[in-house]
């Protein structure tokens, strides 16, 4: 089965071709990166008028190196949410008409859903997959540390996600984000912090890894984002390339522990020895590096999937629309744009995001 995944929640648009297996044909992503790099931050706006210029080519381009074109496609599977409405809007009607005109099924993903189950994504060099990277079974602990979102899931299955813990108030990203701008080293801030960071002495400005001595799986990130502005404002920005390494590393250190530590954490308290990171954030090296030295040193499997799989993609989100349609899911054209996503209390929620209280048992 072939499936065709667009993927339009917030400043990438993107199409992709895979198969059930995962293993992915075509992986296109268009970034918004320098449309929105001069606000510090996505402008919802800006990006759905820019989703609506890039959407056609960049499908076209995923389907370029079918025989047959869509005409191979088996399926469509689209984002539907969390994200910004106006920019899901263009990837849903685009998928809605091209399923009609078409006569293909649709299915509406998740995008955490997506970003969950890339870890199964297989890319093909020469043709071949890469057979070497080995991937979780079920059930796994999930870290999913992006823009929006930071949380940590156990994974039963591609459709059976429950959460467990989440950030009280800003994402890890987002924290990654909003530092590099207060640093003056633009959007996205991420991977300018990931890379200044590896020159950097991360014991140089003591920050403390928010709530890694609190109970529970929650997060905080925006008291770290106080305490570096509060540094910046007492010590200034710093004038040279050593001293700005020097803060990044320390800024980077103090996030890293807090997810490696609370994701190893929900490891041994659902007694699940496998931990698969995603998102955005799954792309530092920092994190990557410190979550296998501590995952070796506890015995929990790790796996990462590569780079271009972490951050924002529609591969990822073609194979989670695969694994509904397995399961016999055909959502016609009856998909709805969410901007929030409804699973956000802790349980067990259906599709829609009602949560599914426990049977009380009558007999006592
Ligand atoms: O998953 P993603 O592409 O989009 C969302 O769903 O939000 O994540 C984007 C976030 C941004 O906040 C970006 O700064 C962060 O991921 N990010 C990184 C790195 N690469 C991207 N954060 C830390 N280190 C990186 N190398
Ligand atoms: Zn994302």
């Given at each position: ?9 917030c400043d990438?648009?993107a199409?992709a ?10 992986d296109?992503?268009?970034s ?9 931050g ?10 609506l210029t890039?959407?056609v080519?960049?499908i076209e381009?995923?389907l370029?190196g079918?025989?047959g074109?869509?005409r191979d496609?088996?399926?469509i599977?689209?984002t539907?949410?969390?994200g ?12 809605k ?6 006569g293909?099924?649709?299915v ?6 997506g970003h969950?189950?890339?870890v199964f ?10 057979p070497?990277?080995?991937v979780p079974s079920?059930?796994?602990v999930?870290?999913?540390a992006s ?5 940590l899931y156990e994974v ?8 467990l813990?989440q950030t009280?108030d800003d ?13 003056g080293?633009g959007?996205?801030g991420?991977?300018?912090?990931d890379?200044?960071?590896?020159s950097g002495?991360p014991?140089s400005?003591?920050?403390?890894a928010?709530?890694l001595?609190r109970?529970?799986l929650?997060?905080s ?5 106080t305490?570096v ?6 010590a200034?920005?710093p004038?040279d390339s050593?001293?700005?390494a020097?803060?990044c590393?320390s800024f980077q250190a ?5 997810l490696v530590r609370k ?5 041994e308290?659902q007694?699940?020895p496998?931990?698969v990171?995603?998102g955005?954030v799954?792309?530092n090296?920092g994190?990557r ?5 501590l995952?070796d040193e ?10 271009a799989?972490c ?10 629309g695969?694994?509904?349609l397995i399961?016999g899911?055909?959502?016609g054209?009856?998909i709805q744009a969410?901007s929030?996503?409804p699973?956000?209390r802790?349980g067990?929620?259906d599709r829609e ?6 049977k009380v048992?009558?007999?006592?």
């Amino acid at each position: 089965m072939l499936v065709l995944g667009i993927e339009s929640s917030c400043d990438e648009t993107a199409a992709a071709v895979v198969d059930e297996g995962g293993l992915i044909y075509a992986d296109v992503v268009a970034s918004q990166v320098e449309l929105h790099q001069p606000y510090g931050g996505v402008v919802p706006e800006l990006a759905s008028r820019a989703h609506l210029t890039n959407i056609v080519p960049v499908i076209e381009s995923a389907l370029e190196g079918l025989p047959g074109g869509i005409r191979d496609v088996d399926a469509i599977a689209v984002t539907q949410g969390p994200g910004l409405v106006g920019a899901l809007l263009v990837g849903l009607q685009t998928a809605k008409a091209l399923a009609w005109v078409h006569g293909l099924p649709i299915v509406g993903v998740n995008h955490l859903d997506g970003h969950l189950l890339a870890v199964f994504l297989k890319r093909a060099a020469k043709g071949v997959a890469d057979p070497e990277r080995p991937v979780p079974s079920f059930p796994f602990v999930g870290l999913l540390a992006s823009g929006g979102h930071t949380a940590l899931y156990e994974v039963r299955s591609s459709a059976d996600v429950l959460l467990l813990g989440q950030t009280r108030d800003d994402a890890a990203g987002e924290a990654f984000d909003k530092v590099a701008k207060l640093l003056g080293l633009g959007y996205p801030g991420g991977p300018a912090i990931d890379r200044l960071a590896v020159s950097g002495d991360p014991r140089s400005v003591p920050f403390t890894a928010p709530m890694l001595h609190r109970k529970g799986l929650d997060f905080s990130f925006s008291g770290l984002k106080t305490a570096v502005a509060q540094h910046v404002q007492a010590a200034g920005v710093p004038a040279d390339s050593a001293a700005m390494a020097d803060i990044c590393a320390s800024f980077q250190a103090a996030v890293v522990e807090v997810l490696v530590r609370k994701s190893l954490a929900a490891c041994e308290a659902q007694g699940i020895p496998r931990l698969v990171l995603s998102g955005g954030v799954a792309a530092n090296r920092g994190l990557r590096s410190r979550a296998q030295e501590l995952c070796d040193e506890q015995g929990v499997s790790l796996f990462i999937p590569p780079v271009a799989s972490c951050t924002d993609n529609a591969a990822m989100i073609a194979y989670a629309g695969a694994q509904r349609l397995i399961s016999g899911a055909d959502d016609g054209g009856e998909i709805q744009a969410y901007s929030r996503d409804p699973n956000r209390r802790r349980g067990r929620f259906d599709r829609e995001g009602t949560l599914i209280t426990k049977k009380v048992s009558n007999t006592k």
